[in-house]
Nanobody, 126 residues
């Protein structure tokens, strides 16, 4: 069993920073250190879209619009996964979800991810 809990959202002004956290807990047969992790978001009225993902080594890929502002970092020892967000924009307003895939390489497709958090709301005011 794999459980994912995402947190850290809030209301901030444009230009501010915010960090999201994802905690993963598992039963012993699951080795999270071998899996890829990702952050997705669902903007108001939109579909869930890929934001950032990291492979088992921690190498990351990003959505073009967040490059240079958002950084995804994983800590395999403590089973934490973070999304550090700087210079936030109103268009970053969304519910952010942590997702885990049993594959080593992250995918930009949400159906590749098997375990999901419930989401955390990020609201950026102008």
């Amino acid at each position: 069993q794999v459980q994912v809990e995402d947190s850290g959202g809030g209301l901030v002004q444009a230009g501010a920073s915010l960090s999201l956290s994802c905690t993963v807990s598992t039963t012993p047969e699951y080795v999270v250190g071998r899996y890829s992790m990702a952050w997705f978001r669902r903007v108001p009225g939109g579909d869930r879209e890929f934001v950032a993902g990291v492979d088992e080594r921690g190498d990351a890929i990003y959505r073009e619009s967040v490059k240079g502002r958002l950084t995804a970092v994983r800590d395999n020892d403590s089973k934490f996964f973070y999304l550090h967000m700087n210079n936030l924009r109103p268009e970053d307003t969304a519910i952010y979800y942590c997702a885990i895939s049993p594959k080593a390489q992250p995918s930009r497709e949400r159906n590749e991810y098997e375990w999901w958090g419930l989401g955390t709301q990020v609201t950026v005011s102008p």
